[in-house]
């Protein structure tokens, strides 16, 4: 058993070190669609957080409170609300994005920013209002405010930003339903794993896990260092 | 708010049939208050009476709950920008804020703020880096200053912008006599070159005696008057005495 799993690791290197064409495209399908979700949604859902922490308007816990609950909705659930605005009929349908990357970024922007808004919503609400307070008395404007205060937030908002890059590169619901899983078009690591494990070929799924796995160890590892420089500030 | 302009006028802020409470609990009240260039104020009044309030108003950081204050004499903004009193009147808090970075960061932050940074700006920035003696300090990170140190860098970084109005809540307290001479040099500096100043304490200091006019929230109430009382600045000229370093 134990040698079987060696030659299953063996072989998923192998395909890994060996730059198979087929694994590295699904890699680099996974990863352009979801760089270019989270580039999209990045600067509108940190403004939309910052303006709810830091305005007062009626409805505004009606607002946060259904951004937090569209973190929480399956992917799945997701893809089929996309799938149906994207299908012939739909109300996006003639933009022909189903079963396209397009398609995905669009399914995929709907997942990341609900989790980008309320992460960042609740970074700017805990930084101290003398940061904007003392930035904008010394003449900034609102702009250079909002990035001053981004810049004193900077740990917690890169957070956010890893923890949305997490949930859309490994969702699978929207992914399949709405990318259609097809080779080299739009099969991404999460559908290709799901597809190779049906198929019992774990080799390439065991690869395409190790990817995963490793871009979680860099990524935890490189903000394990950033939270350990950002030490507590005294006032 | 509004914003009016007027070419040669005095930079000022005025404030009209001011109220400002929260929800029920009125914190108080004025008729008219004028802060203009030039005006060296001494705001007085007890803890929780609103004097940091009161200058985060003229400041533009929040809004009263009723009246209105407008400031004049300053530049017109560009088109495309918001007519506000923001960053027309530095308020300067009583623990400052130092944005994370290194102590040159901060005493730049108020000139990055700015279009061009000329010569005399830069000359400026040196000598407010001699005044507040953080020549040392200045790769040092801002957090592991002293509460002296920290102070004297918050002052030094609005001294450097050159404000036309600057308001200091608390400046010299908690800080030793040595940080409060530096301050206190560094303010006097700013009086001679005409800035207004709103000082707020709740009990005499060195600077209260370089105020002309005083504002006292008592009852509830702003009440202004051209005569500073008789302030016990015993324990001040200690501090002062011959010991303004005016810089050149």
Request: charged fraction near 15%; proline fraction near 3%; charge should be positive.
């Amino acid at each position: 058993m134990s040698e079987g799993w060696l030659a299953l690791l063996q072989q998923a290197f192998r395909l890994l070190l060996s730059f198979d064409p087929d694994v590295w495209s699904i890699i680099n399908v996974s990863f352009s669609v979801s760089f270019a979700a989270l580039f999209i949604t990045l600067i509108p859902s940190i403004m939309l957080g910052f303006f709810l922490a830091f305005t007062h308007f009626p409805g505004r816990w009606i607002v946060t409170n259904l951004i937090q609950t569209l973190q929480s909705i399956p992917t799945v659930v997701i893809g089929l609300l996309v799938y149906l605005l994207l299908t012939r009929n739909g109300a996006m349908g003639d933009l022909k994005w189903l079963f396209s990357q397009n398609g995905m970024i669009f399914g995929q922007m709907l997942i990341c920013a609900p989790v980008l808004v309320a992460l960042s919503q609740a970074a700017f609400a805990s930084v101290d209002r003398r940061a904007w307070e003392t930035s904008r008395t010394l003449g900034a404007n609102w702009l250079m405010a909002i990035w001053t205060v981004c810049r004193e937030l900077r740990v917690a908002l890169l957070l956010a930003i890893v923890a949305a890059f997490s949930r859309i590169l490994t969702e699978v619901g929207c992914s399949m339903m709405v990318g259609g899983n097809i080779m080299n078009v739009t099969r991404n690591i999460p559908t290709a794993i799901a597809l190779e494990t049906s198929k019992g070929d774990f080799a390439q799924a065991i690869a395409l896990g190790l990817v995963l796995l490793i871009l979680a160890l860099v990524l935890n590892f490189a903000l394990g260092s950033l939270r350990g420089k950002a030490l507590p500030r005294s006032h | 708010m509004s914003l009016s302009v007027a070419p040669q006028m005095k930079a000022a802020v005025e404030a009209t049939d001011l109220v400002m409470q929260f929800d029920d609990r009125r914190l108080f009240s004025a008729q008219k208050l004028r802060f203009v260039e030039g005006d060296v104020i001494y705001l007085q009044g007890d803890n929780g009476s609103g004097k940091s309030t009161l200058m985060k108003l003229l400041a533009g950081l929040i809004s009263p709950s009723h009246g209105r204050v407008i400031c004049q004499g300053f530049s017109q903004p560009a088109w495309w920008q918001a007519a506000s009193l923001l960053g027309k009147a530095v308020y300067l808090h009583q623990h400052p804020y130092l944005f994370d970075g290194t102590v040159k960061y901060n005493l730049t932050y108020g000139l990055s703020t700015r279009k061009s940074r000329t010569k005399a700006l830069q000359q400026r920035l040196e000598q407010a880096i001699n005044m507040a003696q953080l020549a040392d300090l200045l790769q040092h990170s801002a957090s592991d200053l002293s509460g002296g140190e920290r102070q004297r860098l918050a002052i030094a970084r609005a001294w450097i912008c050159q404000p036309k109005l600057l308001m200091l809540d608390e400046p010299i307290s908690n800080m030793d006599k040595h940080s409060q001479k530096l301050v206190l040099a560094m303010i006097n500096q700013l009086k001679m070159e005409g800035t207004g100043l709103l000082i707020s304490s709740h009990q005499t200091c060195g600077l209260t005696a370089l105020c002309q006019q005083h504002w006292h929230i008592k009852d509830q109430i702003i009440h202004t008057s051209q005569h500073v009382p008789n302030l016990d600045t015993q324990q001040d000229n200690s501090v002062m005495g011959s010991h303004y370093v005016i810089a050149k």
